[in-house]
T-cell receptor, first 114, second 111 residues
Framework: NAGVTQTPKFQVLKTGQSMTLQCAQD?????MSWYRQDPGMGLRLIHY???????DQGEVPNGYNVSRSTTEDFPLRLLSAAPSQTSVYFC?????????????FGSGTRLTVV | GQNIDQPTEMTATEGAIVQINCTYQ??????LFWYQQHAGEAPTFLSY????GLEEKGRFSSFLSRSKGYSYLLLKELQMKDSASYLC????????????FGRGTQLTVWP
């Protein structure tokens, strides 16, 4: 099993550009979420989903959109990139069968907005 | 946001024991997780507590007191490879509820 796959691993954007960070899992997990990690700030929840067709906001949702059309995929869209969105982004997934064993994280996307 | 506090940095020597504390204030508590994160890598699961008490897993143990809003991670027989950031995270709500993280404790193990 591949687990949680994130693409791309690195990306540089210009201010105002839009892009989509991809996240896919092959474990049939119901729950998926996006975090950003900044120095000294820890992991902060952006958006999450408890199943296909259901999404909700986390702590820092502004400037980001998500959708969950399938169980496997949970893309994160940056509508108009800003330097404040420079960060490392992690996607994570879990299910009721593994919820007590933590959340599985992807390897991350390092995004720089110039 | 959620109020989850842990020390920013700790140091210890190889072979020693270190305890990393985490305090939290949240409604709808449904479990506390500890993760390990090496520089440039994704967090990996270490332990989970939902009831009061101690959970032991090899060299790592985790303790929870729900009434005090307090947890600690105990690392024994420290090795150089244990140098990493240790993240305390609280699950809020249902079994598939949101996971909120503290800022992490950077542990450096010296020879």
């Amino acid at each position: 099993n591949a687990g949680v796959t994130q693409t791309p691993k690195f990306q540089v954007l210009k201010t105002g550009q839009s892009m989509t960070l991809q996240c896919a899992q092959d474990m049939n997990h119901e729950y998926m979420s996006w975090y950003r990690q900044d120095p000294g700030m820890g992991l902060r929840l952006i958006h999450y989903s408890v199943g296909a067709g259901i999404t909700d906001q986390g702590e820092v949702p502004n400037g980001y959109n998500v959708s969950r059309s399938t169980t496997e995929d949970f893309p994160l869209r940056l509508l108009s990139a800003a330097p404040s969105q420079t960060s490392v982004y992690f996607c994570a997934s879990s299910s009721t069968g593994t919820a007590n064993y933590g959340y599985t994280f992807g390897s991350g996307t390092r995004l720089t907005v110039v | 946001g959620q109020n989850i506090d842990q020390p920013t940095e700790m140091t210890a020597t190889e072979g020693a024991i270190v305890q990393i504390n985490c305090t939290y204030q949240t409604s709808g508590f449904n479990g506390l997780f500890w993760y390990q994160q090496h520089a440039g890598e994704a967090p990996t699961f270490l332990s989970y507590n939902v009831l009061d008490g101690l959970e032991e897993k090899g060299r790592f143990s985790s303790f929870l007191s729900r009434s005090k809003g307090y947890s600690y991670l105990l690392l024994k027989e420290l090795q150089m490879k244990d140098s990493a950031s240790y993240l305390c995270a609280v699950r809020k709500g249902s079994t598939l509820g949101r996971l909120y993280f503290g800022r992490g404790t950077q542990l450096t193990v010296w020879p």
